[in-house]
């Protein structure tokens, strides 16, 4: 998913292809997508799952450091999250009955106004 991100720059040029920053939870926390994003130079926050913190810590010296971990920066994720299950109330949202990308982009803002001013 992250090859397919284009964000066009306003002042013309070469789509941005590369987020500033990723924060994933503990389903991506493989050391392969760890791999991947370090390899395309993308700072992350992914925490680390239980069981991969034990094998690392058995090995020793040679299972390496722990990985970075920012509590704070995580916890805004939540914050994204529950914004997003916010709009998925709203039917239209939630079932993407707009076939058109305008039409639905349209939708979530009118949704997210409607969220704004109660």
Partial sequence: MLDRIRVPRPAGGHPRTRPDHMCGDKAYSSRRN??????RQIRHTIPERRDQRANR??????????AGFDRALYARRNEVERTLNALKGFRAVATRYDKR??????TITLAAIRMWVR
Avoid: D, N
């Avoid at 760890?34 to 390899?39: E, S």
């Avoid at 810590?57 to 722990?66: N, T």
């Avoid at 990308?101 to 349209?106: K, L, R, S, T």
């Fill in 57 to 66: 810590r058995r090995r020793g010296s040679r299972g390496g450091r722990p």
């Fill in 34 to 39: 760890r791999r991947y994003l370090r390899r």
């Fill in 101 to 106: 990308a305008y039409v639905f982009h349209g």
